[in-house]
């Protein structure tokens, strides 16, 4: 693959996306040539957000991002970045805590497909203490989640909630 088109994924569930991943994905699509966020579907997890739900209101905060692109997907990260003919994977550090699980899972991602690399970007001190459990939590007893998530997406849990979708 010419360099001029080097394709990365980012995984994750994004269940919901928040400011986190967004200052992550936009950094990214600073320095990448084409960014993949993509969603991981797993049948046995109970999730707040359908996957097509996230797919489509992650479109539309990454809409002015010309060069990201969101897809949905099964099974194994390696296996699906490697029918992308990806270059790397790309995932977020928040804090020491975080480095312990994304190290073991990019050496599993390593040893899945032979040179797949991954590409850590470390959060942004105003997001490292965001995550999306934080915000699944806050919103089931409640609470106002606004100041942890996009605009956009913030509008689709008031309208769940409200039961108006
Ligand atoms: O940001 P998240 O929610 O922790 O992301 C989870 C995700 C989708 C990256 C992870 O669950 C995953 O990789 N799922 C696919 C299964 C897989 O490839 N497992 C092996 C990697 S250790």
């Known amino acids: 693959m010419p360099k001029s088109s080097r394709l990365v994924i980012f995984p994750g569930s994004f269940d919901p996306l928040t400011l986190g ?3 992550i994905v936009t950094r990214a ?13 797993n049948e ?6 359908e996957p097509e739900e996230r797919k ?3 479109e539309e905060v990454t809409k002015r991002l010309k060069n990201v692109t969101v897809a949905t997907f099964s099974g194994l990260v390696a296996e699906y970045a490697v029918s992308r003919k990806a270059h790397a994977l790309v995932r977020g ?3 020491a805590g975080d480095f312990d699980y994304e190290a073991r899972m990019a050496h599993a991602n390593l040893s899945l497909a032979e040179g ?4 850590f970007i470390a959060a942004s001190p105003e997001y490292s203490s965001i995550s999306s459990t934080i915000v699944r939590d806050i919103y089931r007893w409640g609470g ?8 956009q997406v913030n509008d689709v849990l008031n309208r769940r909630r409200t039961g108006t979708r």
Do not use: M, W, Y
Not at 29 to 41: M, N, S
Not at 116 to 119: A, D, G, N, S, V
């Open 144 to 151: 106002d989640v606004s100041a942890f998530v996009p605009a």
């Open 29 to 41: 699509a600073g320095f990448f040539d084409q960014v993949e966020i993509a969603i991981g579907i």
């Open 21 to 23: 991943h967004l200052d």
């Open 56 to 58: 489509q209101v992650i």
């Open 93 to 95: 550090l928040r804090q």
């Open 44 to 49: 046995s997890k109970k999730s707040l957000l």
């Open 116 to 119: 797949l690399e991954t590409i």
